[in-house]
């Protein structure tokens, strides 16, 4: 799993998503690199922080995008969201109890997400926004 690349097919067709989306990649490289070299909890604290914000911004942002176009599935795509922060406050309160392999989890969960997540649910609304002009 820590050859992980992304690739064309990870792609939405929504410019702005697409490098958003690229994000959880570089997050999920650093969590490789962290396990690597040995910098446990201070390096995962901050791929932790970096996820709540991108989730934040990147999430909030995406569902502004879908509400604004009426988006038909867009109460299904935000329970998505909110099953993807909901595992981020898990992943915090794990981190706190010191829970042995977060690092592992966390990154199977951040792969998962990218490829179940971004390639079959995200996939959804490429077609609906780029006729809305999105691109």
């Known amino acids: 799993m820590n050859n992980f690349e992304w690739d064309k097919k990870y792609d939405v ?6 490098e958003q989306h690229k994000q ?3 997050a999920l490289k650093d969590i490789y690199k962290a396990m690597q070299d040995k910098r446990d909890r201070l390096a995962l604290a901050q791929i ?3 996820l709540k914000q991108y ?3 990147h999430l909030s942002i995406e569902e ?3 509400l604004e ?3 038909p599935e867009y109460e299904e795509h935000v329970r998505q969201h909110e099953i993807f922060k909901e595992k981020l ?3 915090c309160e794990d981190f706190n109890s010191d829970k042995f392999l977060l690092h592992f989890e966390l990154a199977v969960f951040l792969k998962n997400w990218i490829v179940n997540h971004i390639m079959l649910v995200d996939r ?3 077609d609906f926004l780029n006729s809305k002009g999105l691109y």
């Open 13 to 18: 067709g929504i410019k702005q998503f697409d």
């Open 24 to 26: 959880l990649l570089t």
């Open 48 to 50: 932790i922080n970096n």
């Open 55 to 57: 989730a934040d911004e």
């Open 64 to 66: 502004a995008c879908l």
């Open 69 to 71: 176009n009426s988006y």
């Open 89 to 91: 406050e898990k992943f």
């Open 124 to 126: 959804k609304y490429t």
